[in-house]
């Protein structure tokens, strides 16, 4: 795998807007497989747990979590990114780690796709076979950037904040050792009880859904 370099660093005050703030510092890259723009956000005390990692404590806990402007940006309830994005920037700040944000929207079939899966749902295909209908593959998301982002920041051990056991699987084949994987909470709405009971199922992202009553 090429390795990848930390191109620049700057401090960001975040704020959400539930009113949480804390400061992140944003760092780019050089020499990323895809030649896109994805970024880390250093959260909390980092460097301490990157020392205490390297030392054989505690990873650090980091989230790579992929772009999604309907839910990040315009608080979208079809799905659970954004909340997933708030939950993780603020545990991660608490603990010591890092979120990357990667530039793969729509399980990285792009935006304009992921609206046209939208409308193929609302006739309903699930999230997965929309995709294909498409012409896509279920899930097109490719985390060797990912793993070159953590290499260049020292974190070869993490602790994974995330449903998903494909991205742990990715991140090992790439040199990353996972140490354990963390779950994050369940942000259920009435828009994305489907939605979420198909990742569930169909690829099994550990989400408890409540039973219903």
């Known amino acids: ?19 949480y703030t804390t400061p992140a510092q944003v760092m780019t890259f050089d020499g990323l497989v895809d030649g896109k723009e ?13 020392t205490k990692s390297a030392a054989g404590g505690r990873a ?3 989230r790579p979590h992929s772009e999604c402007m309907t839910g990040d940006v315009f608080g979208s309830q079809r799905c659970d990114c954004g909340p997933q994005l708030r939950e993780a920037v603020e545990r991660i700040a608490e603990q010591g780690g890092f979120v990357l944000y990667l530039r793969q929207e729509g399980r990285g079939i792009g935006l304009y796709a992921k609206l046209d899966a939208y409308a193929l ?3 309903g295909l699930d ?3 929309a995709n294909v209908a498409l012409g896509h593959g279920e899930d097109e998301r490719d985390y060797t950037a990912a793993a070159q982002m953590l290499l ?3 974190a070869d ?3 994974l904040l995330s449903n998903n056991p494909d991205k742990a699987v990715q991140l090992e084949a790439c040199g990353i050792e996972v140490t354990q994987r963390v779950p994050t909470g369940v942000h259920m709405s009435p828009a994305n009880v489907r939605y979420l009971a198909t990742k569930a199922s169909h690829t099994s992202h550990t989400i408890e859904l409540p039973l219903a009553e």
């Open 121 to 123: 749902q609302d006739s």
């Open 152 to 154: 260049a920041v020292g």
């Open 157 to 159: 051990r993490v602790r």
């Open 38 to 50: 994805h970024i880390a956000l250093g959260l909390g005390d980092w460097r301490r747990a990157l």
């Open 60 to 62: 650090p806990l980091v």
């Open 1 to 19: 795998m090429i390795e990848a370099t930390v191109r620049q660093q700057v401090t960001v005050p975040l704020r959400f807007t539930d009113g």
């Open 127 to 129: 999230t997965y076979e």
